[in-house]
């Protein structure tokens, strides 16, 4: 997916000289590209996310994602006491799945990372000029930050994972279990390749610098991808995680 | 898509790269992304989470998270008009899709 | 047969010194006009391959109790008969129009990502052969072309035949989406100075469409596969009925792709029928932007009435009413487009060369498809002929008659530009009348042995159920189609060495293809043409006929390329090196890059316990090779 | 030249209208018609299938009729001028934007009135029928009345049925194109489909298909429908609802009936093929030579089966019973853990037997999902192999000797020929 996106050289830029390709628009192909792929993703996280809200509730056995359940019956409850009342040995009581807090922290981090993209964005439209030759205005730190942020978020997301298969939900439990992490699991492949793609950003910066107009377009590009990637986490965290 | 404006198309391209969100308007919306993130959280915490309004008041929230990342660190606002259609476009056939099938599923109330 | 593709049309003699020729110079081309070519060959290869399958199908079908075939076999030959003339026949016969002609059509070099359509070209090859071949082995698909869940589940459908079937459309998949960016991203950026989008030909207009049907429509279909493919691979429960799970989902998901899908499927052929028409009636196209709108309008209203194809699964009163209406809708636009064709005509001065005979045909016959359609979309009718044949009836109407028509007419249209030979006429006649005769002998009886009770999607039949006459009039049809293709395949052959020369404007057309020599150089235009109406060429050959559409004088145009120069016919061809053009080079990466993904992906099928092993070291190395070609792809340079 | 594509079309309508006429009403050159007034939902539905056929057809007509117009009238003629060139008009592209809307209109009207009309639920003293599809058979059950059948619905004519329909496995769709439309029957869902045959069918028999693609023998998937008159229905579902002949439940219950219930078997034991109208006594039953032509299977018989009819006339019923329903034979002819016979032992209930109850089989005119005529013949080679007799079918292959394409296997332990022709004896007192 991401060769449509990262396909450069390819015809279009500017630096052939009196070659010059001409563009109707005058913008670049590959600036064009990555936003009908955007459209495609569009679409293809609509349909993960109506699975989900279509199996909500479906699932024969638990755990459930915001309620409390029985391993031995299949008893609902909104509380612990609920299910218990309703005969279920404490030992057996499921707790709903769900872990708000560490979520919460989790979107905050990639919200961040967002801002920390726009930044290293800036670094490299203005590198060379006055004042953004300081360390923490240079796209190599902001590259590095977004990177770092983005990891941290599949490090939240590994974490609620384990933790979610020692409570009992894996991808064969129920549907509930298949359609969540079939979707988080595709938001999070989604972020992973685009923290190695911030990170060959960085290796580039590193070894020869990101300036000028098609290095603009080459942070651009993945600046694009991965604000995307953070909207669909806006959208996943109150469709699933928060709406009941 | 008239001659009109696909003609502008070229002109638009040059200006394109003057106006831009600037320093000022990154922080502010990260600041905003941050408040409404926090607003989401906490109302799911108070007695409101019970209320039939919790969950439209949810879905405006993150609309409106949605909008403003898409705007401004997307900078769809002031890029060229073809990325607002291919965008909103792709959006709206996506978003219609997804209540449709909401509806047959009768995850909707209505019908 | 599939691999026909190898084999270069030898029109080596019209080629400027220095341009490659060789299996080489097409294993390793980024030339979208050769690239056209490989789907073009690839493409009528499998089309004799669907054709077999549905003539053995027919053969036992001909009488009741037939036993030509077991029923194990029918069920496979009509998947993958549906699954073959769908993702391996019609689409790639469009993608090599798109290929060949949009470029040359908006004025351009090449496309935007010449290294990314050859990729998408040779996934399709390698995907099409990792589906069609199990079929030798008696483990071809077997689950329908829609494969309904939970048939396709692991309980219900053990071994391979299904993986074929998943893993094969989800290679595809990719094919398709990459050539959609690519389209998309050529045709908004790469228009020749002084094209507007309103001056693009009808057929990049429709292609424009198409490929953001493909982009949208896609993804539904990637994920509803992604499910099955988890639920057979990794036990996920998508559509596991001991679960709970809705076999709703993988229909809604499918048809949500798979109705703008049908409109991918003809809005091409709409397209060429379009450059056609107006180009023997010597006439322009009559009212163009509405053409262009009701393109528009077809492909948007396409997205919401996929639910027509589920009026028996009981929706409900109200879901039916939607989208029974929806899809009423879709008759209007497409209605506007059948009038304006025949407006297009009205008045004119019509030669009925072969291209003009299909295009014709396409216009009488597809009404009689949409109609049939129309009758399916008022869900208590629908209801005694839903997977009947009166259905297959239609589509075969709208597939055959509309979709295969006009890529034929296309094929005979273009045929001249793309070898700089002319097909021969008289063969083009005898296969015209053949397939349109034998078209309707074989599928208009069908309107009458569905609604007559016979079902769809059976190997057997038994005698005294009042369909003997009418199954045997639609095989004895299928011997005049497959008369009909074989003198096609023969006169395309033999064409290319021994045809009529043909100049560049072969039939005295109006758009920018017809003003490059023919068969085109490499590079296309020696000089970018500045367009200033609709049908640049008559602007130049015939100014009087474009005298009262709107035009914008050349001085006004914002020329940004010192090689755009005002509209002008290119006759003697230099090589690129001449002029000074840079070309990109040839690469065999993208080859290589489509083989390890789909065997990266395909070896999923060898998962099973037993061979687990093996499987993962092949996905694992593959996946590896993958990763290098395509990080040494990115890091070559292009030209 | 000038010989044109829609010439050929004209004449192909013309053939259209009449074969359509013809169609409509000659049922039996055409015994699955659904151009049939048999149901009161059928005539709503053709009703708005005629409507809809004639604007189709005004269409049809016009386009076609245009075109062959303009393709004579405006063929090149040698030295014509260049024709004018139009390149559009906004009024006539209003106009014919116009025509399909005023052309859809009177479709669209009565399409939604027939959806809520035909979709409403079903009259409340309506007659209940479940119907179960199984690969590849149809399960039919009458809550109300206690019955269940398999392959042959009955029902009572001038009467409201109102089908459930449900699934056991895949998808299927339940058809019967000359009463009405179909259903598909849902995994995991419960659809509905109702209708009231016409008063007058009293004696009709009416083919059924499965129409939604479930595999291997989804062809095979057919069922009868036989609308009788409301006595007869009384009186064919008062006796499905008793236990099996020979029976010890029903021998038990009615010493009476004893004597009737031992001469059973010995008229079974000389049954010639095809099966015999059964005996009044055993309440109504669907006579055999109203059924038409069209109802009664007629399939062949694979080659590679064998059997020798002649033993069928040593056929024993009593020894018959012994061989399914005594527990020590369970080794050789395992029966009874897929089908139910009523009043018998009974290993599974009707709720997951994977084949037919077969309490009254024999009161039915075919079998294997309507694939064959119910005689002893066809029974003995089924019992052999019925993997070979019909594609993909999971009832074990009880031949011994005989090569089971399930088990890719020969079966070791398994019935002789001598034996089979005993079962079939008892399956054909099962009246
Ligand atoms: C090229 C592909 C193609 C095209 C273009 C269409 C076009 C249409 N199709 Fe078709 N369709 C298929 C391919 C296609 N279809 C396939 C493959 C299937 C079966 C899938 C499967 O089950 O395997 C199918 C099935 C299918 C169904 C489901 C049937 C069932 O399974 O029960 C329906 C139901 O509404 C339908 C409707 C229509 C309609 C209304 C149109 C409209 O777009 C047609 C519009 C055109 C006209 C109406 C004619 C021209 C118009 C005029 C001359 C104006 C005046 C006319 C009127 C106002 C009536 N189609
Ligand atoms: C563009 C799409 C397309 C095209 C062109 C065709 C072309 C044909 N189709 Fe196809 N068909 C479908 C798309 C298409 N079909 C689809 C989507 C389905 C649904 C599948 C499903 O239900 O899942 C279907 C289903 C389908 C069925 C229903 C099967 C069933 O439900 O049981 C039938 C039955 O007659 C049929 C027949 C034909 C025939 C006779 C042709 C003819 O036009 C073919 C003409 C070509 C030839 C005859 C080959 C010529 C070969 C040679 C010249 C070589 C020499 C010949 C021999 C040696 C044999 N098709
Ligand atoms: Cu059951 Cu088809
Ligand atoms: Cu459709």
Not at chain 1, 161 to 177: A, K, P, Q, R
Not at chain 2, 84 to 89: A, C, I, T
Not at chain 4, 137 to 142: I, L, Q, S, T, V
């Amino acid at each position: 997916m991401a060769t449509a996106a990262l396909d450069t050289h390819d015809a279009g830029h500017a630096g052939h000289g009196e070659h010059a390709h001409y563009t109707t628009t005058g913008l670049e192909h590959r600036k064009i590209a990555i936003w009908a792929l955007i459209g495609s993703e569009c679409m293809l996280f609509a349909s993960l996310i109506s699975t989900y809200l279509v199996y909500k509730g479906r699932s024969k056995v638990g755990p459930w994602p915001h309620d409390w359940g029985c391993k031995t019956s299949n008893v609902i409850g909104k509380t612990a006491e609920a299910v218990q009342a309703a005969g279920c040995a404490a030992a057996d009581v499921m707790k709903p799945i769900l872990d708000i807090p560490v979520t919460s922290q989790s979107t905050f981090v990639l919200l961040m990372s967002s801002l920390a993209m726009v930044l290293a964005l800036e670094g490299v439209e203005n590198a060379g000029k006055a004042g953004y030759d300081k360390w923490y205005k240079g796209s190599k730190f902001w590259l590095a930050m977004t990177a770092v942020m983005g990891a941290t978020f599949l490090g939240y997301q590994s974490y609620e994972f384990t933790s979610f298969v020692h409570e009992g939900l894996t991808i064969d439990t129920n549907l509930f279990g298949s359609s969540f992490f079939t979707l988080t699991g595709f938001h999070g492949t989604h972020v992973a390749v685009g923290v190695l793609w911030l990170m060959t950003l960085l290796f580039i910066d590193m070894k020869r610098g990101l300036k000028g107009k098609t290095d603009v377009l080459l942070v651009d590009i993945c600046a694009l991808y991965w604000h995307f990637v953070d909207v669909v986490w806006i959208a996943i965290f109150t469709l699933i995680y928060l709406i009941q | 898509m008239s001659d009109h404006t696909a003609a502008t198309a070229v002109d638009r391209a040059h200006a394109d790269h003057h106006e831009h969100p600037t320093w000022k308007q990154y922080k502010w919306v990260a600041l905003w992304l941050t408040l409404i993130t926090a607003v989401e959280v906490w109302v799911y915490y108070t007695p409101f989470r019970e209320s039939s309004l919790f969950a439209p008041a949810l879905l405006v929230m993150s609309a409106a998270k949605f909008t403003i990342v898409v705007m401004f660190y997307m900078h769809l606002k002031y890029d060229h008009w073809i990325f607002r259609r291919l965008f909103v476009g792709s959006l709206f056939i996506a978003t219609a899709t997804l209540f449709a099938l909401m509806f047959l599923f009768h995850k909707l109330k209505i019908g | 047969m599939a691999t026909t593709a190898a084999p270069a049309p030898a029109y080596a003699a019209a080629h400027a010194a220095g341009e490659q020729t060789g299996l080489w110079s097409w294993l390793a081309t980024v030339d979208h006009k050769r690239i056209g070519t490989l789907y073009l060959w690839t493409a009528l290869g499998f089309l004799f391959v669907g054709g077999i399958e549905a003539f053995i199908m027919r053969l036992q079908l001909m009488q009741p109790n037939g036993q030509v075939v077991s029923a194990e076999l029918y069920n496979q030959l009509f998947t993958m008969h549906g699954t073959t003339m769908i993702f391996l026949v019609v689409m790639p016969l469009s993608a090599a129009f798109f290929n060949y002609l949009i470029p040359l059509q908006i004025g351009a070099r090449d496309v935007a990502f010449p290294r990314l359509n050859a990729f998408s070209y040779w996934v399709y090859l390698f995907g099409g052969l990792f589906m069609t071949i199990p079929i030798f082995f008696n483990a071809a698909p077997d689950g329908g072309w829609f494969g309904y869940a939970p048939l396709t589940t692991l309980q219900f459908s053990a071994g391979l035949h299904i993986d074929f079937w998943v893993l094969g459309l989800q290679i595809l998949g990719v094919s398709s989406l990459a050539a959609a960016f690519n389209f998309i991203t050529t045709i908004i950026n790469m228009r020749a100075p002084g094209m507007t989008l309103m001056r693009m030909p009808i057929f990049t207009w429709m292609s424009f469409v198409v490929q953001f049907l493909l982009v949208l429509a896609f993804p539904a279909i990637t994920i509803a596969l992604f499910f099955l493919q988890f639920d057979r691979f990794f036990g996920t429960q998508f559509y596991e009925i001991a679960a709970g799970a809705d076999p709703l989902l993988w229909q809604h998901l499918f048809w949500v792709f798979g109705h703008p899908e049908v409109y991918i499927l003809i809005l091409p052929a709409f397209g060429l029928a379009s450059e056609i028409l107006p180009t023997f009636s010597q006439k322009p196209l009559f009212g163009y932007n509405v053409m262009v709108y009701s393109g528009i309008m077809i492909g948007f209203l396409g997205f919401g009435v996929w639910a027509h194809h589920m009026f028996a699964v009981g929706m409900g009163a109200t879901a039916d009413t939607i989208f029974s209406m929806a899809t009423m809708l879709i008759g209007i636009p497409t209605g506007v487009k059948i009038f304006n064709w025949i407006a297009t005509m009205w008045g004119g001065n019509l030669r009925f060369t072969v291209a003009m005979k299909f295009a014709i045909a396409l216009v009488a016959l597809f009404t009689i498809g949409g109609i049939s359609g129309v009758m399916h979309s008022s869900p208590p009718t629908d209801l005694q002929q839903t997977d009947t044949y009166f259905i297959v009836a239609h589509f075969h109407y709208v597939l055959f008659g509309g979709s295969i028509m006009g890529i034929m007419g296309g094929i005979y249209h273009y045929y001249p530009k793309i070898t700089g030979r002319y097909m021969s006429e008289k063969l083009g006649n005898w296969h015209f009348w053949l397939f349109f005769i034998g078209m309707n002998m074989t599928f208009f009886p069908m309107h009458f042995s569905g609604m007559l009770g016979m079902p769809r999607r059976i190997y057997t039949y038994d005698v005294g159920q009042g369909w003997e006459t009418f199954n045997l009039w639609s095989t004895i049809g299928v011997f005049f189609q497959a008369a009909g293709l074989l003198i096609f395949a023969w006169n395309f052959l033999k064409s290319r060495k021994s045809g009529e020369r043909a100049p560049n404007d072969a039939w005295g057309a109006g758009t920018l293809e017809w003003s490059i020599p023919s068969p085109p150089p490499e590079y296309n235009f020696a000089q970018l043409p500045v367009v200033t109406s609709r049908y640049p060429l008559w602007d130049l050959k015939h100014p009087e006929r474009t005298a009262d559409i709107a035009h914008s004088a050349p001085d006004q145009m914002t020329i940004t390329d010192s090689h755009a120069v005002p509209m002008h016919e290119e006759t003697e061809r230099k090589s690129a090196k001449d002029l000074g053009i840079p070309m990109p080079f040839p690469t065999i990466k993208p080859l290589f890059a489509a083989l390890f993904m789909v065997i990266m992906v395909g070896g999923l099928v060898f998962i099973h316990a037993a061979t687990l092993q093996v499987a993962l070291a092949v996905m694992i190395s593959a996946a590896a090779l993958f990763i290098g070609t395509v990080y040494g792809w990115l890091t070559s340079p292009l030209e | 030249m000038n010989r044109l594509p829609t010439r050929r079309l004209g004449s192909a309508l013309a053939l259209a209208a009449v074969a359509l006429a013809l169609a409509a009403c000659s049922t039996q050159h055409y015994p699955n018609t659904t151009f049939t007034a048999n149901t009161d939902v059928n005539v709503d539905v053709n009703a708005l299938w005629n409507r809809i056929l004639f604007m189709g057809t005004l269409v049809f007509i016009f386009v076609e009729a245009l075109l062959i117009y303009v393709v004579i009238r405006f063929r090149a003629r040698p030295g014509a001028p260049v024709p004018k060139q139009i390149h559009g008009s906004h009024v006539l592209e209003i106009v014919w934007t116009a025509i399909p809307v005023l052309i859809l209109i009177p479709i669209a009207i009565p399409t939604v009135k027939t959806i809520f009309k035909t979709q409403a639920p079903a009259v409340a003293d309506a007659l209940q029928v479940e119907v179960y599809g199984h690969q590849w058979w149809w399960e039919f059950r009458y809550p109300q009345l206690g019955v269940v059948t398999a392959n042959e619905l009955y029902l009572p004519a001038g009467k409201t049925v109102n089908f459930t329909l449900q699934t056991r496995d895949v998808l299927h769709s339940f058809w019967t194109p000359g009463l009405s439309g179909k259903r598909d029957l849902i995994t995991n869902k419960v659809n509905h489909l109702w209708y009231t045959p016409d008063a007058k069918l009293t004696e009709a028999a009416f083919n059924g298909f499965c129409t939604e693609y479930c595999g291997a023998s989804h062809a095979n998937m057919r069922f009868r429908v036989y609308t009788v008159s409301p006595e007869n229905f009384d009186s064919w579902a008062a006796h499905q609802k008793t236990e099996a002949m020979g029976s010890p439940a029903l021998l038990a219950a009615q010493a009476a009936a004893d004597s009737a219930a031992r001469r059973a078997p010995a008229r079974a034991a000389v049954i010639p093929t095809p099966a015999p109208a059964p005996a009044m006594a055993a309440g109504y039953v669907f006579p055999a030579d109203k059924m038409g032509a069209h109802t009664i299977p007629k399939t062949p018989i694979p080659a590679s089966i064998t059997y020798d009819d002649n033993l069928l006339a040593q056929g024993d019923a009593a020894r018959g019973r012994a061989l399914i329903t005594n527990p020590a034979n369970m080794a050789k002819a395992s029966c009874l853990t897929c089908h139910v016979i009523k009043g018998e032992q009974a290993y599974v209930n009707d709720d997951v037997a994977r084949g037919p109850n077969l309490t009254h089989v024999a009161s039915r005119h075919t079998f294997g999902g309507g694939l064959f005529p119910l005689d002893a013949a066809h029974l003995a080679r089924w019992v052999k192999n019925a993997q070979i007799m019909k594609p993909g079918a999971t009832m074990n292959t009880f031949g011994v000797g005989q090569y089971s394409p399930m088990m890719k296997a020969n079966v070791t332990v398994g019935l002789t020929d001598a034996e089979i022709a005993d079962v079939v004896a008892y399956l054909l007192t099962l009246k």
